[in-house]
């Protein structure tokens, strides 16, 4: 089964004959059908679910963008020092911390 025979059952079993076009081409369907796809990607527990994150940062960054990550089970500091774990802290915490100005906050 090709993906348009895929698209085509999936319209035909959710009744939602909207989500292609005439000739048979996505006008939405495909949204549908990867979304399932990877939420069964997400339920399946392979060796290839624990992945490496390394961002090179400047000192006194205080925000890291994080997409496409499912969860994070540790944040690592390295610098010429040796590696570091960081612990991790309550919402309030990190409120309290950077309620001043970011010229208060300290670097290194």
């Known amino acids: ?59 006194g960054t205080i925000l890291v963008y994080t997409a496409g990550l499912r969860a994070i089970k540790g944040v690592w500091v390295s610098s010429s020092d040796g590696m570091t774990a960081l612990k991790p802290c309550t919402l309030e915490e990190m409120r309290e911390y950077y309620a001043g100005k970011f010229s208060e906050v300290t670097q290194g």
Do not use: H, P
Request: net charge positive; charged share 35%.
């Open 1 to 59: 089964m090709d993906y348009r025979d895929l698209r085509k059952k999936f319209v035909e079993l959710s009744g939602r004959y909207d989500l292609i076009k005439a000739n048979e081409t996505d006008n939405g369907a495909d949204f549908f059908i990867n979304a399932g796809q990877k939420i069964l990607d997400r339920m399946q527990d392979s060796g290839k679910a624990k992945a490496r994150y390394t961002v090179s940062l400047a000192a």
